[in-house]
């Protein structure tokens, strides 16, 4: 049987950590694009795509880490005590 919620999460990591190769790979796109003589908004919208998805992937492995230090701490001092 299929855990979905697992699935689910699993899902919204990979989504989470494919944001910001997608990011440069636009940025790269835009800035050749821009060198052949098209918009310069290319480059500023690949840009602002890949710091966003910087930022998201960013917040979520600070909550993560936050997460397993707070359970790492309570361990180590249940086992302390």
């Known amino acids: 049987m299929v855990d979905s919620p697992t699935v689910m999460r699993r899902?919204?990591?990979l989504s989470?950590?494919?944001g910001p190769p997608v990011?440069?790979?636009l940025l790269m796109v835009g800035v050749q694009?821009?060198?052949d003589g098209g918009s310069i908004g290319w480059p500023?919208?690949?840009s602002a795509l890949l710091l966003v998805n910087l930022y998201v992937a960013g917040r979520r492995f600070a909550r993560?880490?936050?997460r397993t230090s707070a359970s790492?701490?309570?361990?180590s001092?249940?086992?302390s005590s």
Do not use: E, F
């Open 11 to 13: 899902l919204d990591i």
């Open 16 to 18: 989470d950590l494919m």
């Open 23 to 25: 990011g440069v790979l």
């Open 33 to 35: 694009t821009y060198r």
């Open 44 to 46: 500023i919208a690949g």
């Open 64 to 66: 993560h880490r936050k």
């Open 72 to 75: 790492t701490s309570s361990t």
């Open 77 to 79: 001092a249940s086992s």
